[in-house]
């Protein structure tokens, strides 16, 4: 059993005949690492995440997570069963529920829920809005309730999609510095990507270019 989390070989994927959008990436990510894929708007970034999540199939390659093969191009574990949380920019929380029960959505069977909820309430930073519903709420605050949902089932591995584009840069920074505390207490291996370099560099501890599918 090796420490990998992921690991990446010769990874392929066209959307159409004409133009590959992930050309041939190999990658590893050990159990603590915090990598950041770091690229222009259209270079795959997303494609890749999706990919690594089950949302695509690739053409070539193969992905394997804790060890277990979970894509090539002839088989595919659905993405609930890969045990990973994935964090995107858009606005991802579901507006009829509170934002306690959006971040106990997961783990409504584990009967610790309210105390791991409180736990990642409390880490970050978003006791005083329990009970508020999305609408009633910031766009950095979304951003830090969609965090603690997807942490809540504890993956150990954990995706982000550019989660903070869409936010101020002022507040980028409190942000940044929370999150990354929140990191470094939790054992997930962490992907990020991001057209940010500062946000890249103050994330993670290994960044990785790409440009136009394929790493630099
Ligand atoms: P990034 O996240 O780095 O901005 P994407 O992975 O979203 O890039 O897109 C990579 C390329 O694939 C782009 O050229 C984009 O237009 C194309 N693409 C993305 N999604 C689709 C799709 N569902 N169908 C066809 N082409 C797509
Ligand atoms: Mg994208």
Redesign the pocket.
Known sequence: MSNLILEIKNLCHSYSEHALSIENINLEIGSRDRVSILGP?GCG???L?RLIAGLEKPDQGEIKINDIKVSDNKNLIPPEKRNIGLVV?EKALFPHLSVFENICFGIKKNKDKDLIASELLNLLKIDSLKNKYPHEISGGEQQRVALARSLAPKPNFLML??PFSALDEDLKETLYKDISQVFSDMSSAILL?THDRNEAEIMTNKQIRMEEGKFI
């Open positions: 708007s970034k997303s494609t995440l920019q999609d550019e990507v």
